[in-house]
């Protein structure tokens, strides 16, 4: 079981491999918590727009393991945009998982999702948001504060205002599709890149490049994908609710030699997710 751990700019420690959430119900939710904590996972990731706090806390819960174990995360639903808003939503949070605390808290998104990477940019609606979060953070409702989907200039605007810096931004990234700009620029500020879809939604399954990388690994497809995340600093949230998917994707304890990683850091990038180009959360397609 792959189970290193890397340090947030306050210091506390976050495990790189975490559990995603997403598309899964509450009753889902709660039984893939209980499985990936008995094979050895210690990070679950999900976001008031998954509609399943209340099955992730039922999960933590019920799984075995002590709750400060455990490294949580929650998402700011895009849409909440005003201090109000975002105070009630991450009392919420807490009232739907039960939970004293979360570990992480992040904005998921710098728009709300109907408009998102679009040309109104909510910079200032932004800042209330992460003003509201530092309150959050201070009263020890939470114990780091984070970005999702932010861009260079997302992040900058967040420096122009903030008390506290954040901690980690969460974003897609994975082979055939790493933004190697925006996450240098994260790390060089002292933000922990995350990895969300690090397996590409599938779409990196067929790939002819990564087939021959795998084959002189011995690894899975999803395999080479997390460790090659991994060797590039970021977490990763592999989504599933499968046991034995959970456990394949925690066997990482191989190194991609620096020729095979050049290699896959300039694979053609995807154009096309195919069936997986529709994101329910984000209210429309992929961009």
């Known amino acids: 079981m792959f189970n290193e751990t890397s340090k947030l700019s306050n210091n506390v420690q976050i495990p790189m491999l975490g ?37 992730v ?4 819960r019920s799984c075995g393991v002590a709750r400060e174990e455990l490294f949580i995360t929650t998402k700011v639903a895009a849409e909440a945009k005003n201090y109000d808003a975002v105070t009630k939503s991450i009392d919420k949070s ?10 992480l808290l992040i904005i998921h998104s710098p728009q709300p999702w109907e408009e998102f990477r679009e040309e109104k940019r909510y910079f200032e609606e932004n800042k209330e948001v992460w003003r509201a979060m530092e309150e959050a953070y201070k009263t020890g409702k939470i114990k780091a504060i984070g970005l999702s989907n932010f861009l ?12 506290i810096k954040p901690m980690v931004n969460q974003i897609l990234a ?17 933000i922990l890149v995350e990895a969300y879809s690090p397996i590409a939604h599938g779409a990196i399954l067929d790939n002819a490049d990564v087939k021959v990388i795998v084959d002189k690994y011995e690894v899975s497809v999803a395999q080479l994908c997390l460790r090659y995340d991994i060797q590039l ?47 329910p959360v984000f209210g429309g397609k992929l961009k």
């Open 152 to 163: 260079q200039d997302d992040v900058e605007n967040i420096f122009a205002s903030c008390e």
């Open 57 to 60: 806390g039922e999960g933590i």
């Open 233 to 279: 600093g970021l977490v990763v949230i592999p989504k599933t609710a499968n046991p034995d998917h959970m456990r394949i994707n925690a066997e990482l304890d191989f190194v991609i030699n620096n020729a095979d990683m050049e290699t896959l850091k300039n694979l053609e990038q995807i154009q096309n997710y195919g069936e997986h180009s529709f994101f």
């Open 19 to 55: 559990l995603g959430t997403w598309l899964l119900n509450d009753e889902q939710a709660a039984q893939a918590v209980r499985d990936a904590v008995s094979i050895g996972y210690r990070h679950i990731d999900t976001a008031q727009a998954y509609m399943n706090e209340v099955g």
């Open 94 to 103: 807490l009232e739907k998982t039960g939970l004293d605390y979360i570990d």
């Open 174 to 190: 994975h082979v055939s599709n790493t933004p190697f700009e925006l996450i240098d620029f994260c790390q060089k500020n002292d």
